[in-house]
């Protein structure tokens, strides 16, 4: 059975300190990796989709990598509008859907 | 560009009923999928239509249905509601015919309180 595991559940940084989270996967066979930026009372907010190891995805202060089993999300010099729940989801060979994480609640102090 | 409309935003029901949910699509977005969250499982998968076809299920009981109109307009049906069917249910479509972007552009949900 697909699964992802996000960690750490809940971050909290002080503006300008820069951090990583991770998302562990596993799929039989991955056709994407990606990430939604999750807002209190909205709806994920796609930021980026990754599809093989070494692959790398840039923006503003947001990167995300990919490895054979995990990826991460580092944020640099971060501000307090970055604070939200960020989720990571995997789509295996074939499917139309998504697994998603459990989430990451990034807050970031001013 | 207006994005995905859901309707109701919020609603109350009571245990034993039944509740329709209402999810139209981006413009030209064929695909539209839904998905539950609660705060203990996460974002879930419930179905995914393309072109009025149901072409993936989640591993939710036979409560929960849906279908999709030929205007690429979404409902989904939850039958004899429980207590634990309280949750957000969000609404995605994809412009991508064989879903293989995974870009979801998710609306703001229809929160569901099942007293």
């Known amino acids: 059975e697909d699964q992802v595991t996000q960690s750490p559940e809940a971050l909290r940084l002080q503006e300008g300190e820069s951090s990583s989270l991770n998302c562990s996967y596993t799929?039989?066979?991955?056709?994407?990796l990606f990430w939604y930026r999750q807002d209190p009372g909205k709806g994920p907010e796609f930021l980026f989709t990754l599809y093989s190891a070494g692959e790398e995805k840039e923006k503003e202060r947001l990167k995300a990598t990919l490895t054979k089993k995990e990826s991460f999300l580092h944020i640099t010099a971060p501000k307090p509008e970055d604070s939200a729940t960020y989720l990571c989801?995997?789509?295996?060979?074939?499917?139309?859907?998504?697994?998603f994480g459990q989430g990451t609640r990034l807050t970031i102090n001013p | 560009k207006a994005g995905v409309t859901q309707t109701p935003r919020y609603l109350i029901k009571t245990r034993g009923q039944q509740v329709t949910l209402s999810c139209s699509p981006i413009?030209?977005?064929?695909?539209v999928s839904w998905y539950q969250q609660t705060p203990g499982q996460g974002l879930q998968f419930l179905f995914e239509y393309f072109s009025e076809t149901q072409r993936n299920k989640g591993n939710f009981p036979g409560r929960f249905s849906g279908r999709q109109f030929s205007n690429s307009r979404s409902e989904m049906n939850v039958s004899t509601l429980e207590l634990g069917d309280s949750a957000l249910y969000l609404c995605a479509s994809s412009r991508s015919r064989d879903f293989n972007t995974g870009e979801l552009f998710f609306g703001e949900g229809s929160r569901l309180t099942v007293l």
């Open positions: 799929v039989s066979g991955l056709r994407g």
């Open positions: 989801a995997v789509q295996a060979e074939g499917a139309q859907k998504l697994v």
């Open positions: 413009s030209g977005h064929r695909s």
